[in-house]
């Protein structure tokens, strides 16, 4: 692998660790209603474990109520108990054609609780991203130990994978903030 090539996949390596980091964000629910929250929670069709939004439609009625609207009638009662028995501390109600699912607030205490959930997420992204930093780094190394590349070339790549450590590692602290923010909002 050439220089090139290594910072590349080190970029998107990183890059991959955001986006995951983020999508474990979107599980820790916050006081407001959206979409995303039911993503994760399975519901049995046909025999299949399938998530909700491939059964039924979700939408937002207000800003503190979503509403599901299973594709077929016999599935209502299985979404309901779904959205129900999931982690999340819904409690859905029936009104025949549409589930309602109100977005309980969050109590200080639990507030405090998912800080630290995301801040350990958070933790476990910058860690994935030094990882990656380090993999490379090593690469770099046996690049120049078989004389691939000069001791110069070998410190500029490090600086730059450093920067792009750094960069990443910023867009990690700028996301963790801005849940924490919006947790800790009323």
């Given at each position: 692998m050439?220089?090139?090539?290594?910072?590349?996949?080190a970029e998107r390596r990183m890059?991959?660790?955001?986006?995951?980091l983020k999508e474990e964000l979107t599980k820790i629910r916050t006081g407001r209603?959206?979409?995303g929250?039911?993503?994760?929670v399975m519901v049995e069709y046909y025999g299949t474990m399938v998530p909700i939004p491939q059964v039924a439609n979700v939408t937002l009625l207000d800003a503190r109520t979503l509403g599901v609207q299973p594709w077929?009638?016999?599935?209502?009662?299985?979404?309901e108990k779904a959205i129900r028995e999931s982690d999340l501390g819904l409690n859905?109600?029936?009104?025949?054609?549409?589930?309602?699912v109100p977005m309980p607030p969050l109590t200080e205490e639990r507030r405090r609780e998912l800080t630290k959930v995301v801040r350990h997420e958070g933790e476990q992204a910058r860690v994935a991203v030094r990882n990656v930093r380090r993999d490379i780094n090593q690469a770099l190394k046996e690049l120049q130990k078989k004389k691939e590349i000069t001791e110069d070339e070998l410190r500029r790549a490090e600086e730059?994978?450093?920067?792009?450590?750094?960069?990443f590692v910023k867009v990690i602290d700028e996301t963790i903030e801005k849940k924490e923010a919006e947790l800790m909002q009323i």
């Open positions: 050439s220089v090139a090539e290594l910072k590349k996949d890059q991959k660790a955001v986006e995951t209603a959206h979409t929250i039911l993503d994760h077929e009638k016999s599935m209502m009662s299985k979404v859905p109600a029936n009104m025949g054609e549409i589930i309602r730059e994978v450093q920067k792009l450590t750094d960069r």
